[in-house]
């Protein structure tokens, strides 16, 4: 299996290119605009200080918009340019930079200057996984980024103290520590890696919402690329998989208790998950938390892959792929409309495979869709 | 004394689901919050976010559910991580049911 070839390093946010250092430099705040607002007319503060907060509120207020329409863009550039344009366009690798948020809440922190070879074990780990996913992404699905237009990854780790999350919020993926207890560092797991990753490749296709069925679709289809990109590491078979989400970022009060990962994508209900999810629509609600219904296309997907057999990405990957990213986002898609893109283009890929058809269709029909 | 109920959800682990195993709850009492943190809970509660909105604008992000007596009337709200104070976020206890 092919390897990531020699890593791009991330440059310091003064050197990077000039498209590309609103991220690294930008002043995105966790703080609420509100809240900045408020501060911003407190007469009680001194007048320098006032300033500074209406500033920052203009700059977030700014940015929300300038990141909107940088993906309607992009959307709109991938619909109307040529092929060899898009492909010009989609000529250069990610950049892969790396930031500190030391332990606070301001994101994205300070930048590691050669995130490769940092010695903060994290950075070097963050650095390594997500280069990798970038790698998989290109080998895989022929996709350059999330954007497929080398759009460069950005990550913060060793956010908050003791933070039991990590999350991606349309910009960037953020990582915190663990508490030690419960969870340990969550960028130990590759799969959580690319799980949060593929929230941004979702969002910069099908665009699913983060509420009801497309909801549970967006968290599914995290999970699916993560257990994937894990497997892709490994060079596992179907067979090989353990098919665990978050298996190693389990701290020992959770290991204790016999709970040893997040979800489980061959049996969503196990005892041995943290969270475990319905595996049949019949048992769908809306409203539910995503991770919750996300149970259902999870336990789809492992089925398929399990029946079609080989390797996860091969076959079973690449229709799910092009179930993501080969329509016009729709941001309310149905799980059963979801199914049916599936069962479609396992027609048009592999019509002279009608076992993988069978496979997906069988699949599909076991989780009530 | 008014005592502020607070429960974290959701988050890459799914915090606080119907069957999850993990959960973080706490409270606080109102005063005991700095001022600026106390105003803006009670400006949530007197303009909470639309339903559509309250949702985490992150994926994976953590929501907050904050429940409190105001008038005699016990109030729920759920919102985004990002509007909840640092001093309220701060009481959450993560543990293991």
Redesign the interface.
């Known amino acids: 299996m092919s390897r990531p070839s020699r890593p791009e390093t991330a440059p310091c946010a003064a050197r990077l290119a000039p498209h590309r250092r609103h991220a690294a430099g930008c002043g995105c705040f966790i703080i609420p605009t509100r809240v900045l607002d408020r501060f911003a007319q407190d007469e009680q503060l001194p007048e320098a200080q006032r300033k500074s907060f209406a500033d920052a509120a203009s700059i977030e207020t700014e940015w929300r918009k300038v990141r909107s329409a940088s993906q309607q863009l992009m959307r709109m550039a991938h619909s109307v340019l040529p092929t060899g344009m898009t492909a010009l366009a989609a000529a250069a690798p990610p950049v892969v930079s790396v930031f500190d948020c030391r332990h606070g809440m301001a994101l994205p922190g300070t930048p590691f200057c050669d995130p490769a070879h940092a010695t903060d074990e994290t950075a070097r780990r963050t650095f390594a996984e997500t280069t990798a996913m970038a790698e998989f992404l290109r080998l895989a699905f022929n996709r350059n980024s999330l954007d497929d237009a080398g759009m460069g990854l950005l990550s913060s780790i060793h956010f908050s103290v003791g933070y039991n999350n990590a999350f991606w919020n349309g910009l960037q993926m953020t990582y915190g520590d663990g508490d030690g207890n419960i969870f340990i560092d969550f960028t130990r797991s590759n799969d959580v890696i690319a799980h949060e990753l593929t929230h941004g490749l979702t969002e910069y296709t099908a665009g699913f919402a983060y509420r009801n069925q497309a909801g549970g679709l967006n968290e599914s289809v995290s999970d699916v690329f993560g257990s994937m990109f894990r497997q892709w590491r490994a060079g596992q078979s179907v067979q090989q998989a353990d098919w665990l989400i978050g298996r190693d970022i389990m701290g020992p009060g959770a290991l204790a208790r016999g709970y040893t990962c997040l979800r489980d994508l061959a049996n969503p209900g196990a005892e041995h998950c943290l969270s475990p999810q319905p595996a049949h629509f019949d048992q769908y609600r809306n409203g539910m938390d995503p991770h919750d219904s996300s149970g259902i296309p999870n336990q789809a997907f492992y089925r398929a892959a399990m029946a079609i057999g080989g390797r996860s990405w091969e076959k079973t990957g690449r229709i799910w792929y092009h179930a993501l990213t080969g329509y016009r986002p729709s941001p309310n898609l149905s799980m059963r409309s979801f199914a049916n893109r599936t069962r479609s283009l396992a027609r048009q890929i592999f019509g002279s495979e009608p076992s993988i058809r069978r496979a997906v269709d069988q699949a599909w029909l076991a989780v009530g869709l | 004394m008014t005592m502020l109920h607070v429960e974290r ?6 915090f606080g ?6 959960r ?1 709850c706490g409270c606080i009492e109102l005063a005991d919050l700095p001022d ?1 943190a106390r ?2 809970v009670e ?1 949530l509660f007197r303009k909470p976010p639309p339903k ?1 909105r309250s ?8 929501r907050y559910r904050l429940r409190c007596e105001i008038d005699g009337e016990e109030r729920s709200i759920e919102v985004a ?3 909840v ?2 001093a309220v976020s701060a009481c959450v206890h ?1 543990e ?1 049911i």
């Open positions: 959800l959701g988050g890459l682990a799914g689901g119907p069957r999850a195993r993990i973080s600026a105003a803006s400006a559509r949702a985490s604008t992150a994926a994976d992000g953590f991580e990002t509007a104070p640092a993560d293991l």
